[in-house]
């Protein structure tokens, strides 16, 4: 079978003074940073739901996205075409990983069982694709919000029928996943959150919705899936408010129905965006409290105040959060998912190539950047710095406990302390990153 990506050119490595357009600037795979392959710092994905489902339609107006398989009419036939270009798509790209839904690899039947049995024959079409490739796959996923049945909600709805199919569902999903060597299976909210709170009963669907993540460690640990789960968080959209608004909602929600250790997040920059963060800044945070899972790259746009899914092409903006995973020592079994689509009048097969190339470039320029702050040490040595009184005796003896309300009050009253105020230091600190970024 021929594929729409089978006259695209491989992507040489030019270089940034290179002047072919069609070529990587600064990703290359087999580059040593910090004694680590970039490949293996970065674990960049294609996302299958973007890329090749995606028909470029809107609200305004018709498909526009030049896919053949979107003319295919018997469905199977169509995904088979659709999974042939994908992984043609990725060979010439280069990307070791992919993700998916459910239902973005095979289409929804009559009945579960019926889809069960469409998905579970395309999963050997997609081994068969990885085999041969050696792509490998970051995360799997179910589709719980497309099918009217979940449009109030899946784990959250007021219908217990409907939990039990999404549940029924998901166990499928996470055990394609596991069967196609998986390394991490994710689920973001859909339609988990509410519209109006007129007709939701907020405690009801926060018992339902712990109830139904802990089936599916449950299950992932009777099935021996050795992947990491993941929540991916987002403040709104499709629902006025989803309930897995950001890292610090989720990491409550994990605390209260015990599920910290079983469960890290899957940060999504335009999501972080979205909720009044920085993409930064939830990263750090997931960091901080010990749930950095995987991140979803793209970017919003600053005007929209929406899910735009744009390809991430800003290195100096994208070295802040990159910085905060080279810190933690990298994303594990995660990786970055390119979850961002080309805009509507990019129908075309070289578009995307285009879209994910520089996509690659920015994530290597940023993972650059990183590295340089790293290895520059002023910025590191200049945050140390701020907390040096933590780690001499005093300090360590109030984390420790050592101290009593009043004993720290006698110890002031005797004299004891030297509270001065001291310079922040941020617009030094601002000026280093720009230059180490240039
Ligand atoms: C939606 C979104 C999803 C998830 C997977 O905003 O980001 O594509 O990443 O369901
Ligand atoms: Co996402």
Same mark, same amino acid.
């Given at each position: 079978m021929s594929t729409i990506f089978d006259a695209i050119p491989p992507i040489p490595f030019v270089g940034e003074e290179g002047e072919a357009e069609w070529g990587f600037r600064a990703w290359q795979p087999d580059r040593m940073v910090e004694g680590r392959r970039m490949a293996d710092w970065l674990r960049p994905a294609v996302a299958y739901w973007h890329s090749f489902c995606a028909t470029g339609a809107d609200p305004f107006g018709a498909e526009t996205m030049d896919r053949p398989w979107f003319r295919t009419a018997d469905p199977m036939q169509a995904a088979r075409q659709k999974a042939e270009a994908a992984?043609?798509?990725?060979?010439?790209?280069?990307?070791?990983?992919?993700?998916?839904?459910?239902?973005?690899?095979?289409?929804?039947?009559?009945?579960? *069982?019926?889809?069960?049995?469409?998905?579970?024959?395309?999963?050997?079409?997609? $081994?068969?694709?990885?085999?041969?490739?050696?792509?490998?796959? #970051?995360?799997?996923?179910?589709?719980?919000?497309?099918?009217?049945?979940?449009?109030?909600?899946?784990?959250?709805?007021?219908?217990?029928?409907?939990?039990?199919?999404?549940?029924?569902? &998901?166990?499928?999903?996470?055990?394609?996943?596991? *069967?196609?060597?998986?390394?991490?299976?994710?689920?973001?909210?859909?339609?988990?959150?509410?519209?109006?709170?007129?007709?939701?009963?907020?405690?009801?669907?926060? $018992?339902? #919705?712990?109830?139904? #993540?802990?089936?599916? &460690?449950?299950?992932?640990?009777?099935?021996?899936?050795?992947?990491?789960?993941?929540?991916?968080?987002?403040?709104?959209?499709?629902?006025?408010?989803?309930?897995?608004?950001?890292?610090?909602?989720?990491?409550?929600?994990?605390?209260?129905? *015990?599920?910290?250790?079983?469960?890290?997040?899957?940060?999504?920059?335009?999501?972080?965006?979205?909720?009044?963060?920085?993409?930064?800044?939830?990263?750090?945070?997931? $960091? $901080?409290?010990?749930?950095?899972?995987?991140?979803?790259?793209?970017?919003?746009?600053?005007?929209?105040?929406?899910?735009t899914d744009q390809f991430p092409n800003n290195a100096q903006d994208l070295s802040l959060a990159m910085l905060e995973v080279m810190r933690a020592g990298g994303l594990g079994s995660g990786g970055f998912n390119f979850d961002a689509k080309v805009r509507r009048q990019s129908f075309a097969a070289e578009d995307l190539v285009h879209a994910h190339a520089g996509g690659l470039d920015t994530l290597a320029r940023a993972l650059l950047i990183a590295a340089r702050i790293r290895a520059d040490g002023r910025l590191d040595r200049a945050r140390a710095g701020r907390y040096a009184g933590w780690d001499a005796p005093e300090g360590r003896a109030i984390l420790d406990g050592g101290m009593s309300l009043a004993a720290l009050s006698d110890r002031v009253l005797e004299g004891g302390v030297d509270p001065r105020p001291r310079s922040g230091g941020q617009e030094r600190l601002e000026n280093l990153v720009a230059q180490l970024a240039r």
């Open positions: 992984f043609a798509f990725m060979e010439r790209l280069g990307t070791p990983f992919f993700c998916f839904h459910d239902r973005d690899i095979a289409p929804e039947g009559a009945t579960l *069982r019926e889809s069960n049995a469409m998905l579970d024959a395309m999963l050997d079409v997609v $081994a068969g694709h990885m085999r041969r490739s050696g792509i490998r796959l #970051l995360w799997g996923t179910a589709n719980l919000f497309s099918h009217p049945r979940y449009m109030a909600g899946a784990a959250t709805n007021p219908d217990p029928d409907v939990f039990a199919h999404a549940a029924a569902q &998901v166990k499928h999903a996470l055990e394609a996943t596991h *069967r196609l060597g998986g390394e991490n299976y994710v689920l973001w909210g859909g339609r988990e959150g509410y519209d109006t709170l007129l007709n939701t009963d907020l405690a009801r669907e926060d $018992a339902q #919705l712990g109830r139904f #993540l802990s089936l599916v &460690v449950e299950h992932k640990h009777r099935i021996g899936f050795r992947g990491t789960i993941l929540i991916e968080p987002k403040p709104m959209e499709p629902t006025k408010h989803q309930y897995d608004r950001d890292v610090a909602t989720v990491y409550g929600f994990l605390a209260r129905h *015990r599920l910290l250790g079983e469960v890290k997040v899957n940060i999504e920059a335009n999501h972080a965006t979205l909720a009044g963060h920085s993409f930064e800044h939830e990263v750090a945070l997931a $960091a $901080a409290l010990g749930l950095l899972g995987s991140v979803d790259i793209n970017r919003g746009d600053p005007q929209n105040g929406w899910d």
